[in-house]
Nanobody, 122 residues
Framework: QVQLVESGGGLVQAGGSLRLSCAGS????????MGWFRQAPGKEREFVAA????????DYAPSARGRFTISRDNAKNTLYLQMNRLNSDDTAVYYC???????????????WGQGTQVTVSS
């Protein structure tokens, strides 16, 4: 069993930055590929970024590429998402999650955190 706890969300002005963290417990996150997803009100959960267990490969949604950076520190059992140049479309609850696959599909992910709210004001 893996427990994931996200933190770092909040209210930020458009153009600003936030760094999300996802702390794992129960098992080593180095056993898993990991991802960030987000869900805005009235919308389906969508893929943001993914990273392999070793951190050597990453993938991003077109909306995130060039602005967001996913990274991990397996020694700290923590996943990160650095978000720059935020805009109002980035407002959502952000979730971290684990997978045995390097995937952009939520169906391939199993353990999920409770989410952290990111609100971007224009």
């Amino acid at each position: 069993q893996v427990q994931l706890v996200e933190s770092g969300g909040g209210l930020v002005q458009a153009g600003g930055s936030l760094r999300l963290s996802c702390a794992g417990s129960g098992r080593s996150l180095s056993n898993y590929n990991m991802g960030w997803f987000r869900q805005a009100p009235g919308k389906e959960r969508e893929f943001v970024a993914a990273i392999t267990w070793s951190g050597t490969s990453t993938d991003y949604a077109p909306s995130a590429r060039g602005r967001f950076t996913i990274s991990r520190d397996n020694a700290k059992n923590t996943l990160y998402l650095q978000m720059n140049r935020l805009n109002s479309d980035d407002t959502a609850v952000y979730y971290c999650t684990t997978s045995s696959y390097f995937s952009t599909s939520a169906r391939d992910y199993n353990y999920w955190g409770q989410g952290t709210q990111v609100t971007v004001s224009s």
